[in-house]
T-cell receptor
């Protein structure tokens, strides 16, 4: 089955700096890669996703890149703000109602 | 995205008892999923619930311990049976909207077993 590795497990950045979280996956059949943000005591919320036919996707301060050959994908947050502080999960799926496999999560702390 | 609700939001239960968690969606969805999230941990899939068929369980989870119902396309239940303190966790349902393979999560049920 799919295995998703995520690092770092914790990340502290100064407000205004960029944050990068990296993930690798094992199953070459995976073609859908969502990222979730989970604030303390809240449900995971989808923040951005990317499919295997796209190399990069941006949404305001958030971007995701995908290297299918190397089987890794990354989340980039620019101009970080204190409200970006949360746990971020990467995930991989082969789509078509198949299960989603999650990484271990990265706890991001943005220091004002 | 779908609007998903769960009941109860939290509960404190005694060892040996069972708790049924309900998940309700405001639109028809093909697949519903049940996850467990232990404190500070990632999301672990318990089972996939497809309407009209038996749930599919992941390794380490069995039907006798976590029976699931999926009576229609907007509702599912997960029962945590014969509970022990090790079952203390957050249980979340999610749905696949079928639009773009995206899963959306319910608010979760925080279970404490004494």
């Amino acid at each position: 089955g799919e295995n998703v590795e995520q690092h770092p497990s914790t990340l502290s950045v100064q407000e205004g700096d960029s944050a990068v979280i990296k993930c690798t996956y094992s199953d070459s059949a995976s073609n859908y890669f969502p990222w979730y943000k989970q604030e303390l005591g809240k449900r995971p919320q989808l923040i951005i996703d990317i499919r295997s036919n796209v190399g990069e996707k941006k949404d305001q301060r958030i971007a995701v890149t995908l290297n299918k050959t190397a089987k890794h994908f990354s989340l980039h947050i620019t101009e970080t703000q204190p409200e970006d502080s949360a746990v971020y999960f990467c995930a991989a799926s082969s789509g078509g109602y198949q299960k989603v496999t999650f990484g271990i999560g990265t706890k991001l702390q943005v220091i004002p | 995205s779908a609007v998903i609700s769960q009941k109860p939001s939290r509960d404190i239960c005694q060892r040996g008892t069972s708790l049924t968690i309900q998940c309700q969606v405001d639109s028809q969805v093909t697949m519903m999923f049940w996850y467990r999230q232990q404190p500070g941990q990632s999301l672990t899939l318990i089972a996939t619930a497809n309407q009209g068929s038996e749930a599919t369980y992941e390794s380490g989870f069995v039907i006798d311990k976590f029976p699931i119902s999926r009576p229609n396309l907007t509702f599912s239940t997960l029962t945590v049976s014969n509970m022990s303190p090790e079952d203390s966790s957050i249980y979340l349902c999610s749905v696949d909207t079928s639009v773009a393979d995206t899963q959306y999560f319910g608010p979760g049920t925080r279970l404490t077993v004494l």
